[in-house]
């Protein structure tokens, strides 16, 4: 079902062909290049630097990398892109066991720039939730990645939006937020604040849609927003998503340089950083290792998740309770209300079950089951039938 490459990125042109644009790629391919399979993109070279270190799973950064990105320079895109290579490695996640899924949008571009020896599946515009909850029920055995915009997700595929997050498919789910459609040129996205001005100065009118409200609303058990300009922050949550066994979202503001960056904008850089209200900063504890405190008690809260990793949390407002739902959605809106950018986790449960435990589901992957336990033959047939008679 997966390949390892996004559908629709990699060239099919033929080096055979006599075309000049078949014979300028193989002319800047790198050495050892397969020339057979002429690229259309610049591949980064397979060396790196021997004294990287490598994780527990035997791979350096490197290894966590993908192609060389396409995208304007400063996009915050990239920055996310380097914090789920970042957290991937420091997780020691084996590449193989990742399945990354998107749909479309310069957002959507980006799981060709990370994890390229993982799974890949680039799909419609905004249907992403739908194909990745269909890959997790016939394979339990992946971690899920999905990765959109703030009009993949937020416009057109809000509805597919919805309901992964109400069926609580065991997934991390990002949202690289930068209130336009940047592929498009920057018209404003559901997510654009009201009275924010476009680059051309146009006010937008509409209500905004804001993900993490929508997402605490419809069920999620994981839900943190973020800023692509803060690594530290970042890093943490989107090893936490992936721990947490259930619906996971990330929303972060991810400014787009060219289209949405200037004074006028609430999702620009400067606007961001102004208007930051962390709420508390996480430390991501992996299952086992020991818990080290550098900071004083009363400050810090520990989450444990199912799988047995914690999370540290240093709280900066004392009075916020990331396991109450109403109140996490009452903060948000009450700082919405003031123009503050509410980051940090805002919500968790710690007892999540997932869609495949609420459909009772074979723990093994589809693909591994043979014919005696997908046909139980006709006694069975016979008895199911009857009982719908
Ligand atoms: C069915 C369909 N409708 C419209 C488009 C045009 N289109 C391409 S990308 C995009 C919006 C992408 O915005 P977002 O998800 O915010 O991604 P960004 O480029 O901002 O990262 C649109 C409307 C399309 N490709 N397919
Ligand atoms: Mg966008």
Redesign the pocket.
């Known amino acids: 079902m997966f390949c390892g490459t996004a559908i629709g990125m990699a060239s099919s042109a033929s080096v055979n062909s006599t075309s000049t644009i078949a014979c300028k790629i193989a002319l800047i391919a790198p050495a050892g290049a397969n020339l057979g399979n002429p690229m259309t993109y610049l591949a980064k070279p397979k060396l790196h630097h021997p004294s990287l270190t490598q994780n527990k799973v035997c791979h350096n950064r490197r290894d966590y990398e993908g192609r060389i990105s396409s995208l304007c320079a400063g996009c915050g ?1 990239d920055s996310i892109s380097a914090a789920i290579i970042q957290a991937c490695f420091e997780m020691d996640v084996e590449p193989h066991r990742v399945a990354k899924l998107s ?6 571009k980006t799981p060709d720039y990370f994890l390229g020896n993982s799974h890949g599946f680039n799909t ?2 905004g249907r992403m939730p739908s194909v990745l909850t269909g890959a997790n029920l016939a394979n339990r055995g992946l971690l899920y990645l999905g990765v ?6 937020a ?2 595929g809000i509805g597919q939006f919805a309901h992964v997050m109400r069926r609580g498919v065991n997934m991390t789910y990002i949202v ?1 937020n ?1 209130g ?5 040129k920057g018209q404003f ?1 559901a997510t654009a604040d009201q009275g924010s001005k476009s680059k051309k100065g146009a006010i937008n009118t509409d209500t905004p849609i804001d993900m993490i409200s929508l997402a605490l609303q419809m069920g999620a058990s994981f839900v943190a927003r973020s800023f692509s300009g803060d690594k530290q922050q970042l890093v943490p949550l989107i090893k936490a998503a992936i721990a947490h066994q259930g619906a996971a979202f990330i929303d972060v503001i991810s400014p ?1 340089v060219t289209f949405n960056n200037h004074p006028g904008s609430t999702k620009s850089y400067d606007y961001v950083r102004e208007h930051n209200e962390a709420v508390n900063r996480v430390d991501f504890i992996p299952p086992r290792a020991e818990i080290v405190v550098d900071y004083a008690e009363g400050e810090v809260v520990e989450v444990e998740q199912h799988d047995g990793s914690v999370l540290l949390l240093r709280k900066a407002h004392g009075a916020h309770d990331v396991h109450d739902r109403i109140a996490a959605m009452n903060y948000v809106a009450t700082h919405q209300a003031k123009g503050e950018v509410l980051t940090g986790l805002l919500y968790v449960d710690d007892e999540a079950v997932d869609l495949h435990h609420h459909l009772n589901t074979i723990d093994a992957p589809l693909f591994s089951l043979g014919v005696a336990e997908l046909c139980p033959g006709p006694a069975v047939l016979a008895k199911i039938n009857a009982g719908l008679r």
């Open positions: 895109h749909g479309i949008g310069c957002s959507s419609v515009h959109s915009g703030d009009g993949d997700s416009s057109i690289e930068n336009v459609y940047g592929l498009t996205s787009c």
